[in-house]
């Protein structure tokens, strides 16, 4: 199975090595790397550009956003499946190999996930297995599980990042891939993320940034089904009291 990494970039000089260098570090080496730098002003570009030719380097003239960069970089991918990288994050050295023994097993999948961890990964530690479950749409709407460097897409699928979204946009994917059909989600902390899964760049301010994109995504369930309408309501105060609780903690 072939792997295509895409990473959507933004000023991510001090991080961008160490990004790659998990990609490159893998027990299963991926088929492609490509970079989108989504019009940084440091010197982003030029630190991928030392990395070429085993790394594609896409560049933008204008900041169009995470969800753009990383449709971008899909649609470039040749792989069989795509898996996501943010450029602030790193892989265990056993990730891919543990995906496409996941894969081996289903090649129908379209999505699978994983877990992770905000502590340094074991990279010492080998993973040769790890325990996976399906998770189904109504599973996922209850609880999102969902982060961007923890996601490997099926290529030819026909759903896309929502270019409207800069959070959340990695759920919305996930919801419409559920939608279709159950996707796996594996038990191992294969990604290590520099910061909590509900923060951007650790300022609680984009907290209720990031609790909008879910109410969003909680408004175009109506597009996947009419029925869904009527739950709309009760998950938009069901996400509104979860930002509150976390204010009070």
């Known amino acids: 199975m072939k792997f295509s990494v895409v990473i959507a970039a933004y000023n991510a000089s001090g991080s961008i090595r160490a990004a790659l260098q998990s990609c490159l570090s893998q027990t299963l080496l991926p088929h492609e790397i490509i970079v989108v730098d989504d019009a940084s002003t440091d010197n982003t570009a030029q630190i991928i550009t030392g990395f070429s030719p085993i790394v594609k380097l896409i560049s933008f003239t204008e900041n169009k956003g995470v969800s753009t960069a990383r449709n971008a970089g899909w649609?470039?991918?040749?792989?069989?499946?795509?898996?996501?990288?943010?450029?602030?994050?790193?892989?265990?050295?056993?990730?891919?190999?543990?995906?496409?023994?996941?894969?081996?097993?289903?090649?129908?999948?379209?999505l699978i996930s994983h877990s992770f961890s905000n502590k340094s990964l074991d990279v010492e530690k080998e993973i040769h297995s790890s325990a996976a479950k399906e998770i189904s749409f109504s599973q996922l709407l209850l609880r999102n599980q969902i982060q961007g460097s923890c996601i490997i897409v099926k290529r030819t699928i026909s759903q896309r990042f929502d270019e409207h979204m800069r959070y959340c946009e990695d759920y919305d994917l996930a919801l419409r891939c559920a939608y279709a059909k159950p996707i796996v989600f594996l038990q191992s902390a294969l990604s290590f993320l520099s910061r909590p899964q509900q923060s951007k760049g650790g300022l609680s301010a984009n907290k209720w940034a990031m609790r909008k994109g879910e109410l969003y995504l909680f408004?175009?369930?109506?597009?996947?089904?009419?029925?869904?309408?009527?739950?709309?309501p009760i998950l938009c105060l069901y996400s509104i009291a979860k930002h509150l609780f976390q204010k009070l903690q």
């Not at 450029?87 to 999948?109: G, M, R």
């Not at 408004?219 to 709309?232: A, D, E, R």
């Open 75 to 110: 649609d470039l991918a040749s792989g069989d499946y795509v898996a996501f990288l943010d450029s602030d994050d790193s892989w265990h050295p056993e990730k891919l190999f543990c995906i496409n023994a996941c894969i081996q097993e289903n090649e129908s999948l379209d």
């Open 219 to 232: 408004s175009k369930l109506g597009k996947l089904n009419p029925l869904l309408l009527l739950c709309i």
